[in-house]
């Protein structure tokens, strides 16, 4: 099982940003998929962001311009900017990484069911 470490997270007003990081031990995240999840109370998880196998990004509608997704490889950690935050964007935000062999993705951020290992999550809060 591979741990990851959510931080980052806090309350902020419309407009403003924050950085989330997730961070793992064991994990290289240079030669993984990983993605940034997200859950509000009384919705679905959805996918926010997320890093294929070739290393490309990938965004919901709801969050592209907004949000970038980076890695460091040095720091085996995976970041989340995210800009111009809004009050839907108020969730628990979780980091995800899959275990079994990475695949390009086509049809952009997988379903969850598609990462084995989460990391406990973020709140995210934005006041307006």
């Known amino acids: 099982q591979v741990q990851l470490v959510e931080s980052g997270g806090g309350s902020v007003q419309a407009g403003g940003s924050l950085r989330l990081s997730c961070t793992t031990s064991?994990?290289?995240?240079?030669?993984?998929?990983m993605g940034w999840f997200r859950q509000a109370p009384g919705k679905q998880r959805e996918g926010v962001a997320g890093?294929?196998?070739?290393?490309?990004?990938n965004y919901a509608d709801s969050v592209q311009g907004r949000f970038t997704i980076s890695q460091d490889n040095a720091k085996n950690t995976l970041y989340l900017q995210m800009s111009s935050l809004k009050p839907e964007d108020t969730a628990m935000y979780y980091c995800?990484?899959?275990?079994?062999?990475?695949?390009?993705?086509?049809?952009?951020?997988?379903?969850?069911?598609?990462?084995?290992?989460w990391g406990r999550g973020t709140q995210v809060t934005v006041s307006s």
């Open positions: 890093i294929d196998l070739i290393g490309n990004s």
């Open positions: 064991e994990y290289p995240v240079a030669r993984n998929c």
């Open positions: 995800a990484a899959r275990s079994e062999p990475c695949t390009r993705w086509r049809g952009g951020i997988p379903a969850g069911g598609y990462f084995q290992n």
